[in-house]
């Protein structure tokens, strides 16, 4: 079976453009998570998604990220406009169901914002 | 009261060692711990979980202690190998809660 299939797995871009980057779930599952990992804070919950929609985005930092999940296979995490303390590893992960599921993680990308 | 503390950050164990990593939360309303494995390049992937029903769980050379009156678990692997080097992260979730609470990690490296 495909995993959690993320691109691009690198990205390297100016401050102030704006990234998007995409997830493809395990076929299936109906739970989506994005996460973000630095050194600093360790793993961060940023959105979670149930049947395709928002349930909960507290840890979205600010109006300049934003998630869609058009359809049960493909979501997106946008950041418009970056900048350079978004450097981190952003993660994609699915799971079948809430009520404590293993979460499946993508292999992430790796962002980079000069 | 949400965070999960995880120590150590870091640990070196000559092959056939036994790493402990541990985990403390403040929580009670967890009810829920796993622990997740994740390789440089790649990214977590669940390694084996425990509810506070029992003290212990073992799968394979990976044991999960678990303190409820403590507050705390921990993971224990034996005879480690050099493919055992990664990073564990411990987490804590409430019971049906899709979220989950992170520790900080710690990087295990197995030294041949």
């Known amino acids: 079976d495909a995993g959690v299939i993320q691109s691009p797995r690198h990205e390297v871009t100016e401050m102030g453009q704006e990234v998007t980057l995409r997830c493809k779930p395990i076929s299936g599952h109906n739970s989506l998570f994005w996460y973000r990992q630095t050194m600093m804070r360790g793993l961060e919950l940023l959105i979670y998604f149930n049947n395709n929609v928002p349930i909960d985005d507290s840890g979205m930092p600010e109006d300049r990220f934003s998630a869609k999940m058009p359809n049960a296979s493909f979501s997106t995490l946008k950041i418009q406009p970056s900048e350079p303390r978004d450097s981190a590893v952003y993660f994609c992960?699915?799971?079948?169901?809430?009520?404590?599921?293993?979460?499946?993680f993508g292999d992430g990308t790796r962002l980079s914002i000069l | 009261q949400q965070q999960v503390k995880q120590s150590p950050q870091s640990l070196i164990v000559q092959k056939g060692g036994i790493p402990i990593i541990n985990c403390a939360y403040e929580n009670t309303a967890f009810d829920y711990f796993p622990w997740y494995q994740q390789f440089p390049g790649k990214g977590p992937a669940l390694l084996i979980a425990?509810?506070?029903?029992?003290s212990e769980k073992k799968e394979g050379r990976f044991t999960i202690s678990f303190n409820k009156s403590a507050k705390q678990f921990s993971l224990h692997i034996m005879d480690s190998q050099p493919g055992d080097s990664a990073t564990y992260f411990c987490a804590a979730a409430g019971a049906g809660s899709y979220q989950l609470t992170f520790g900080k990690g710690t990087k295990l490296s197995v030294i041949p």
């Open positions: 425990i509810r506070p029903d029992v």
């Open positions: 992960a699915s799971s079948l169901a809430t009520g404590n599921q293993p979460q499946h």
